[in-house]
């Protein structure tokens, strides 16, 4: 029964203690900066998405995914891989230097993005204070092979270890590179559209408000917690008083997020699957 069914993970899991966390939201933000410098998931993004025009509906679909296949029921997390292996296995797009057409669902673009996504949702959650032991973080990321799985990779293919994701970035680093569509998605990562509610001051004269200066510092500690090698790709300079002050900025901005209430810090499927653990952890022990 649904009622019975925590998941992929459950409340004993590393996956559980990292998305407690709302500085993911800094971590998804560099995920999607650090993937811009690959050539190919780059031109399958740009030739095949409305990225530009539907931002934040596009940022909306992909958090609920991610939600699911965190805090959804299996049938949940299962659905929502389905569909997206759908939606993949239309899509194709061209080399932007080799003029070869390529799938969108290539095995190792569909790795690069799962690669990128969890060591940033994990690197951002530790610089940001989390604890975590060594165990720990090799156990999110032997725990994330049943989210690769969804999206149709071998779970044996993807990287498990701390150690495995650092000797990953060493052999794809070669390939990656700033194109002009990686500067022009930086760019718009940067300063992308606000929905029309929060963009209001501009509508009567006004270029910047609070709202585009709260996303400004966000985009700019998410950009500024990337590898020091991404940094440079992107023309940095990757120092580390730049590292040191990305540290100290999601560090407060973490602090400042667990003061919320609830209801701002957790999602509809978060609460849930909560529910149904304590439902569980309550319910009398027969047999």
């Known amino acids: 029964m649904d009622s019975d069914d925590l998941g992929l993970f459950g409340p004993g899991s590393v996956t559980w203690k990292l998305h407690e966390e709302p500085i993911l939201i800094v971590a998804g933000l560099r995920s999607l900066y650090l993937q811009a410098l690959h050539p190919r998931a780059m031109a399958g993004v740009a030739q095949n998405s409305n990225y530009r025009t539907d931002a934040w509906g596009r940022l909306t679909r992909t958090a ?3 939600g699911t296949t965190i805090y ?3 049938a949940e997390a299962e659905a929502a891989g389905a569909r997206l292996r759908r939606l993949h296995a239309r899509l194709r797009a061209t080399d932007p230097f080799t003029g ?3 799938r969108v669902d290539d095995p190792d673009l569909l790795r690069w993005v799962h690669v990128t996504e969890v060591e ?3 690197d951002t959650a530790r610089r940001a204070g989390l604890a975590l032991t060594d165990d720990e973080v090799d156990g999110y990321y ?3 092979r049943r989210v690769a799985a969804l999206v149709g990779l071998d779970p044996e293919t993807v ?8 000797d990953y970035y060493r052999r794809v680093r070669p390939e990656l590179r700033m194109t002009r569509e990686a500067a022009e998605t930086a760019l718009f990562l940067t300063a992308p559209p606000l929905p029309w509610k929060l963009s209001l001051p501009a509508r009567v004269g ?3 408000g609070p709202p585009r200066w709260a996303y400004l510092g966000i985009a700019g500690t998410a950009f500024a917690l990337l590898p020091a090698w ?3 790709l992107y023309g940095g300079l990757g120092l580390p008083t730049t590292a040191l002050s990305a540290d100290l900025t999601v560090r407060a901005l973490r602090l400042a997020l667990t003061t919320l209430p609830r209801r701002w810090r957790e999602g509809p499927m978060q609460i849930a699957a909560k529910e149904r653990a304590a439902r569980l952890a309550a319910a009398p022990v027969t047999g």
């Open 230 to 232: 991404a940094r440079r």
């Open 72 to 74: 959804g029921t299996t």
């Open 206 to 208: 006004l270029n910047l």
């Open 64 to 66: 609920d995914y991610v």
């Open 120 to 122: 940033s949702f994990l």
């Open 100 to 102: 070869e057409e390529f």
């Open 159 to 166: 990287p498990s270890t701390a150690a495995e994701i650092a």
């Open 142 to 144: 032997t725990e994330q």
